[in-house]
């Protein structure tokens, strides 16, 4: 049950992207397609758990033991840009398909402060391993959930006659804000 | 002229013309997130000035001896390092800012506008150079979220810096939330755009002005000389 909120406090509730604000950029510049948003949102996921697992490990048994812990931020985001070259090394090398279908939106996850972040608030927050891994898993579901819905509006917003002042960023974020404000619906859920 | 900018230029490029926000659109997320009072705003942006002159500079002086295919993990590391400063400092003297702005300290190492300059610029440029830029676009972050935060602090509790300045006002509490800070940012580009487009249309138009009246001035010139001149 615990773990179970943790899922929808992550995908739902506080939504990483419309209620921490965190992977903003590629919710902005990547989220103008429904497949690439959803191939984004899934290789963000995958990321976003091996992340989740490698740095509660990292944290556990090398720094916290040896008392390194001020050395957190820099180990952690290693960690991550050393995982996204690893993540696609092994997708070029297991689905060159699929490798070529994300492309450059590989690379630049590890800038995605989403990662960064949810390593961040493990360590915050004191969850375990498990929690540690669903979190992981919400805040992937959360972000893909997002992206998707983002790209979808857009894609219907080509149609729409928007003033020329907001083009691009502008009416993106509108949309953003008015998506917020839905998503603030499941805060009564737990 | 080899497209060098002077020092003031180098400075304020930042401001309007490359504003890191509200023109690159990088740094959106602490952007978003901490400005829900005009403090938190300035703290983030101090903390950020401070990351970004550090990093510009050391980047600027080791930029020979990084191999390229290297760089971005070096400059990971190097901005992690003043980070990290930046945290522990916040942690130990100003711990109540520290604890409001949270896991967004540490985060300032994701945010693309310093590792943005670097790459852009500190690994093109010399230490005083890179100092400028550095100096001139994190004024620009920092005028850019504090209105953002002074916005929402005035339309969401009436007050700026912590002080009443509506008094009896009606607080629009969306203003704080999540969605307020998109809605808040999402006007001030659009105000931006507008601006900066008329701002074009008008420099158009005096340019296109200008051209006329210069052509029609050589032209009587070399009228009342001869075209023999040359140096017109």
Not at chain 1, 38 to 64: D, E, H, K, P, R
Not at chain 1, 135 to 153: D, E, Q, R
């Given at each position: 049950m615990d773990l179970l909120l943790i899922f929808l406090g992550a995908a739902l509730v506080n939504?990483?992207?419309?209620?921490?604000?965190?992977?903003?950029?590629?919710?902005?510049?990547?989220?103008?397609?429904?497949?690439?948003?959803?191939?984004?949102?899934?290789?963000?996921?995958?990321?976003?758990?091996?992340?989740?697992?490698?740095?509660?490990?990292?944290?556990?048994?090398?720094?916290?033991?040896?008392?390194?812990?001020?050395l957190q931020t820099v180990a952690f985001i290693l960690i991550v840009a050393a995982l996204v070259q690893f993540v696609e090394m092994v997708i070029k090398k297991m689905s060159p398909a699929l490798y070529r279908a994300l492309g450059i939106y590989l690379p630049l996850i590890t800038t995605n402060c989403a990662i960064l972040g949810l390593a961040l608030f493990i360590q915050l927050r004191?969850?375990?391993?498990?929690?540690?891994?669903?979190?992981?898993?919400?805040?992937?579901?959360?972000?893909?959930?997002?992206?998707?819905?983002?790209?979808?509006?857009?894609?219907?917003?080509?149609?729409?006659?928007?003033?020329d002042s907001l083009k691009g960023a502008g009416i993106t974020l509108m949309v953003a804000a008015t998506m917020a404000m839905a998503f603030m619906g499941f805060a009564g859920m737990i | 002229m080899k497209g060098q900018l002077s020092t003031k230029q180098e400075i304020l490029k930042g401001l309007w013309d490359q504003n890191p926000t509200l023109r690159q659109l990088l740094g959106m997320c602490p952007t978003l997130a901490v400005t829900v009072t005009a403090v938190n705003g300035v703290a983030m942006s101090l903390a950020v000035i401070f990351v970004l002159i550090c990093s510009n500079l050391m980047i600027s002086l080791v930029r020979n001896w990084i191999p390229s295919q290297v760089r971005i993990a070096a400059y990971i590391v190097i901005i992690a390092t003043f980070v990290t400063v930046v945290d522990l400092t916040m942690k130990a003297r100003f711990t109540e800012l520290s604890n409001s702005l949270g896991a967004f300290i540490p985060l300032i190492v994701v945010n693309c506008i310093i590792l943005g300059r670097a790459e852009a610029f500190a690994s093109k440029n010399g230490p005083w150079r890179s100092i400028l830029d550095a100096v001139g676009m994190g004024v620009g972050f920092t005028l850019t979220l504090t209105l953002m935060g002074a916005l929402r602090e005035i339309l969401g509790s009436g007050r700026l810096f912590g002080a009443v300045v509506l008094p009896g006002w009606e607080p629009w509490v969306v203003m704080i939330l999540p969605a307020g800070g998109f809605l808040t940012l999402a006007l001030i580009l659009g105000a931006v755009n507008l601006i900066s487009r008329q701002r074009e249309h008008a420099a158009r138009q005096t340019l296109v002005e200008e051209s006329r009246v210069t052509r029609r001035l050589k032209l009587s010139s070399a009228r009342a000389t001869g075209v023999t001149g040359g140096e017109a």
């Open positions: 939504n990483f992207v419309l209620s921490y604000f965190l992977g903003i950029c590629p919710f902005i510049g990547v989220s103008s397609r429904l497949s690439s948003a959803f191939s984004m949102g899934m290789a963000t996921t995958f990321v976003l758990v091996m992340t989740a697992l490698v740095t509660w490990l990292v944290q556990a048994y090398i720094l916290a033991p040896l008392g390194l812990e001020y004191g969850y375990g391993f498990l929690q540690s891994l669903v979190f992981g898993l919400g805040a992937g579901a959360g972000f893909t959930l997002a992206l998707c819905l983002m790209a979808g509006i857009r894609e219907e917003l080509e149609l729409a006659e928007v003033p | -």
